[in-house]
């Protein structure tokens, strides 16, 4: 047996991980395939772990907004094309499912995110669905692509106010992480 | 008007419009990238249809689960409907699913709040 310790330790990223009650994780350059196929493996793990379909369903939900909102910021700014995502799916200490996800952004966009992340903590239930339903309401033309419901819609499925942060980087970039706990 | 047939894939549903029977039915999971380019040609169909004087028009779905630009397409198709009932055409909605699935349930009956003409949603034991 060769005892030369590797260069990338991947016995302790594991253990990492563990730790950490990852179930799933990705990163690297997102695709659409990739989101539908982690997508479809998730939903298979959990049912095998004999979670009811609505608790599948809240975590697939979460997981399709998150990844599906990173895919399409990521198109839209072609300077951050080779930028990669990272997503985990995960269990808090009290077996709770948490969908968290981090990319590359430019710094000022991280900004913006914030301002539209921070305010939904002040809602309740009622207050969501009344945001998710003026959002649906907002005319196509000033939809730019996106129906812009994402988010809103991860915070009605959250039992606890969604977490983000924002660390700069360098070259006027940052990067923005959220987490969400179903 | 030409009939509509959207094969299922994985993330998008099977979609079928029949111009001679008046109904269009929806099957299985919506989370495409692109909703509203999946979801535009069914738009064009029913205001299509919609122009067309006094015709009946049925929506069969059995969807799943939707991502919110697919609840989106979903919305702007049943404005349309909405518009034409309130003007005094026949139009309606069934959305069947499996019970357990609660989640399915409750997605529809948001969506029916918004609608005055008949919108069924059936639990299938």
């Known amino acids: ?182 | 008007m030409d009939n509509l047939d959207i094969p299922q894939t994985n993330a998008s549903p099977a979609i079928r419009a029949d111009w001679e029977a008046g109904l269009i039915a929806m099957q299985g999971d919506s989370y495409p990238e692109n909703s509203f380019e999946l979801f535009q040609p069914l738009i064009d169909w029913v205001e299509a249809y919609l122009a067309q004087p006094e015709r009946p028009l049925r929506l069969e779905l059995e969807l799943l689960y939707l991502n919110t630009s697919s609840i989106r397409a979903l919305m702007d198709i049943l404005d349309l409907l909405e518009e034409a009932h309130r003007k005094g055409r026949q139009v309606s909605v069934r959305w069947s699913y499996d019970g357990a699935n609660e989640r399915v349930g409750e997605l529809a009956a948001e969506f029916k709040e918004d609608c005055t003409f008949p919108f069924d949603i059936a639990a299938k034991v």
């Open chain 1, 1 to 182: 047996m060769t005892q030369t310790a590797p260069s990338l330790d991947i016995f302790a990223l594991r253990e990492t991980f563990n730790r950490e009650r990852i179930m799933l994780c990705f990163n690297g350059p997102i695709t659409a395939t990739l989101i539908e196929e982690i997508g479809t493996a998730l939903r298979k793990h959990m049912e095998g772990l004999q979670e009811s379909p609505s608790a599948v369903s809240d975590v697939f939900s979460v997981y399709i907004e998150m990844t599906q909102n990173i895919r399409r910021y990521t198109q839209s700014r072609p300077a951050l094309a080779m930028e990669t995502a990272s997503v985990f799916v995960s269990r808090d200490e009290d077996g709770r499912y948490v969908v968290s996800a981090g990319n590359v952004l430019e710094a000022a966009d991280g900004e913006a995110l914030l301002q539209r992340v921070e305010p939904l903590a002040r809602l309740d239930k009622d207050g969501l669905k009344a945001a998710f339903k003026t959002q649906l309401r907002q005319p196509r033309e000033a939809l730019d692509g996106s129906a812009g419901l994402g988010l809103i819609d991860m915070a009605r499925k959250a039992s606890a106010p969604l977490q983000c942060s924002l660390r700069p980087l360098d070259g006027g970039r940052a990067f923005f992480s959220l987490r969400v706990v179903l």
